[in-house]
């Protein structure tokens, strides 16, 4: 039986869905119990590393594959938004815990934050950096869509610290573009690359899929070939999902177009991708992500691999503070309204404890490749085989896993299959909290009916 087939019988499917959150908020707690439960009237004595992250669930215009919280955007909700957002960074930053952290991270993820204007991104960085203390050499991350990342607005950004941008090209197939119905065009994402390096911003990244329906292995090796080529620092490759009721799984089910590769295709298509840039010279540093050296993304590289605080602000933005894991409300009436209310817009949360953070600190650690025996033993003073011998062992002799002196880390195989490897170690509390249960929540839905 070949390796690829063992795998599939093993894990049925290639789980494409990376370990983002642990523990699954799923809980709903009243304002007094969050903040009790976050810790914001404590001072942060430690030096843990603290990141922002700011939602803006805006886009210009809707692709048809895509299932997040999102909205077209429309000023007269821009303004209240921000407005409210603004309010919420005051809240957190006027907490004894807000005033003694130092921010080492601020990402601006969505939706498309770069669909707003340069006066609104620069003035939603400065305020954050006048409420929080942004230590000198912060990551500023900013993503967004080739189209409307415009040079004038790159120079601004780039005024304020912008170091780094993620944008969603997907591909650079004219054809596949039109067939996921992007906004940008291939000339777009050229047009970007080339004003971002005018403007100095030394870490470009982009989003690249595959196993889009129809795509063909030369198209695949071609989208590789042209990032190379255009010396993109940061490529993140993903595994193309037909999410239900999107525009994109209708057309596919009506047979107007076709349907996506099965797992060994998809497996093959990865691999090329995989091979390609390692012989390029990038690193592999997660289950999706290839960098150039020196330009991994120190915002996942904090979150995902140490016990840090990430604020989350704005509707449906994940955040953890003081191991306290919660979402906000995706519903932006609601999301408004409670800020407007002088209320934190808290969906649901769960505080974990230290064996919860553990299960945590393998799942994340391993969609990071590995987890350090050092760290993991000076966080829980135990090593990762006295807390999860048997997961541990299983997954060793499957050959998914390699266990030495620096730590546990994925083999060639369990990085093909990291996410499904991943999840061997949530805790049998969220193990069956998936994909549609955090999309649920991001948008707002009751906790009640969600699992
Ligand atoms: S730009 Fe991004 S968030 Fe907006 S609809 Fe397209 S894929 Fe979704």
Redo the contacts with the bound molecule.
């Keep these: 039986m070949s390796r690829a087939k063992q795998y599939v019988e093993l894990f049925k499917e290639r789980d494409s869905i990376c370990v983002s959150h642990y523990p699954v908020p799923i809980s709903q707690h009243t304002e007094s119990e969050v903040w009790s439960l976050m810790e914001l009237e404590q001072v942060n004595t430690k030096d843990t590393p603290t990141a922002l992250y700011l939602h803006i669930p805006f ?5 048809s ?2 299932p ?1 919280n ?1 909205y077209l955007k429309k000023q007269e909700q821009v303004d209240d938004y921000l407005a409210a957002v603004r309010k919420e960074i005051d809240r957190y930053a006027g907490t004894p815990f807000g005033s003694s952290i130092t921010v080492s991270s601020i990402n601006l993820g ?3 934050p770069s669909c707003l204007s340069s006066e609104e991104l620069t003035g939603i960085l400065q305020h954050m950096k006048q409420a929080f203390h942004v230590a000198e050499d912060a990551m500023i991350f900013i993503e967004g ?1 080739p189209r409307n990342f415009t040079a004038d607005k790159l120079e601004d950004l780039a005024l304020q610290g912008l170091n780094r941008i993620s944008v ?1 090209v997907q591909t650079f197939q004219e054809e596949l573009a039109g067939l996921l119905g ?2 940008h065009s291939v000339d777009d994402s050229f047009e970007l690359v080339k004003n971002a390096r005018s403007c100095g911003i030394d870490n470009i990244g982009i989003d690249l899929m595959y196993n889009l329906p129809g795509q063909t292995l030369d198209q695949w090796r071609a989208d590789i070939l042209t990032s190379i080529e255009q010396e993109i620092d940061h490529i993140c490759v993903i595994s193309f999902c037909v999410v239900p009721h999107t525009q994109i799984a209708s057309r596919i089910a009506e047979g107007k177009i076709p349907g996506i590769g099965d797992v060994y295709r998809e497996i093959e298509l990865y691999t090329i991708a995989k091979e390609m840039l390692l012989e390029a010279g990038y690193l592999q540093y997660s289950v999706i992500d290839f960098a150039k050296p020196g330009k991994t993304d120190r915002h996942a590289t904090l979150y995902f691999s140490e016990q840090s605080h990430m604020i989350g602000i704005g509707a449906a933005a994940f955040g953890i503070i003081n191991g306290y894991m919660y979402v906000n409300s995706g519903n932006l009436n609601e999301y408004m309204s409670r800020v407007q209310d002088g209320l934190l817009p808290v969906n649901c949360g769960e505080k974990a404890d230290e064996l919860e953070l553990a299960h945590g600190a393998m799942a994340k650690g391993l969609r990071m490749l590995s987890v350090s025996r050092a760290d993991f033993v000076r966080m829980f003073r135990q090593e990762p085989e006295e807390l999860f011998p048997d997961t541990i062992e299983r997954l060793v002799q499957d050959g998914l896993l390699i266990q030495d002196a620096e730590g546990i880390r994925l083999t060639d195989d369990g990085i093909i299959w990291g996410n499904n490897v991943s999840k061997q170690f949530f805790s049998s509390k969220y193990a069956d909290y998936g994909l549609q249960h955090r999309m649920k929540l991001a948008k707002g839905r009751p906790v009640q009916s969600v699992k």
Excluded: E, I, W
Excluded at 59 to 63: E, G, K, L, N, S
């Design positions: 886009c210009d215009a809707t692709c594959f895509c997040f999102r969505g939706g498309t869509n969603g992007l906004y």
